[in-house]
Each structure stands twice: as C-alpha cells, then as structure tokens.
C-alpha cells in the first residue's frame, strides 16, 4: 500500500514521504491516527507541488538548523549523577536529562529528537548521543557522565 505521511513516523519516514507499507499498518493504524493519506494520482501530484514550493523555505530551515549544530562545536558536556561503588549509577541518564544538559549551554532540542546508542546509561563514563537538528543535519554527541561529588 502506498501512502503519503502527513507526519513524521519514527523508523517509517518524514513528513511528506511516500512510503510502502503493509495494507494492515497503513489501513488499522497510519491512516485512522492521522499520520498518512493514501497516495492517489491527484495526492502524488498535489504533493509534487507542494514539494516545489516549500524547497526554498526547506534550505532557509536547514540553514538554521546547521547553524544550531555548530553551537555543538567547543563544547564538552560533563553530566552528573549519583553513584555507588565503581562505575554503577543510583538512577539513570536518558536523553531528557541530555537534553537539559544542551538547554543550559544555548542549544534547544526536544527530547525526541535526541538517541543515545542503548537508550538509558546506567554507568558513569564517555557516550555518544545522536542529535536530529533536521531530517538532512544529523550530528553525533559525544559527553561524559561522572560521579557527583
């Protein structure tokens, strides 16, 4: 089944993608939950234009949006956490926490838009996150998580 998504979908695709999916996943959850429309002949030429048009304002937001990861540059982030005896965390650091880390330092990011590879860290250490500014700026984040004092 062909669809046209009017959202993003995690692990499916962006706004305005066409993508291939099972009739049951298309016709049970995209399309009642709003996140898809099928792709008719008269929705694929609708979207051809709208894509035309929103090229332009789509470079103005990938400027910006490279503009936000160069705040990356120069910037070490130390986040704090209560631990135990060697490297084992009371609690654990998802990428909310991360993201209020970035908030502090000038760089606003929602959650959502931040992974961090094996999801919560639960020992102290060196980590790398992966930060989506815009579908086309991805960065990856390295930090570090220590022991407060």
């Not at 992974?115 to 930090?143: C, D, S």
């Amino acid at each position: 089944m062909e669809l046209i998504l009017k959202k993003d979908v995690e692990n499916l695709g962006f706004k305005d993608d066409m993508v291939v999916v099972k009739h049951g996943y298309g016709r049970n959850f995209l399309i009642p939950q709003g996140f898809a429309a099928l792709a008719t002949p008269s929705a694929k030429k609708v979207l051809a234009e709208t894509l035309k048009q929103r090229a332009f304002k789509e470079q103005k937001d990938i400027d910006e949006a490279k503009k936000q990861a160069a705040k990356l540059n120069g910037i070490e982030l130390k986040l704090t956490a209560k631990a135990g005896g060697g490297d084992k965390m009371f609690g654990s650091i998802t990428n909310g926490n991360l993201s209020e880390a970035l908030a502090k330092e000038g760089v606003e990011l929602d959650k959502k838009y931040i992974t961090i590879a094996g999801g919560n860290i639960k020992r102290l250490g060196h980590y790398e996150a992966t930060l989506r500014f815009h579908r086309a700026v991805i960065v990856p984040f390295g930090f570090d998580v220590i022991a407060q004092a």
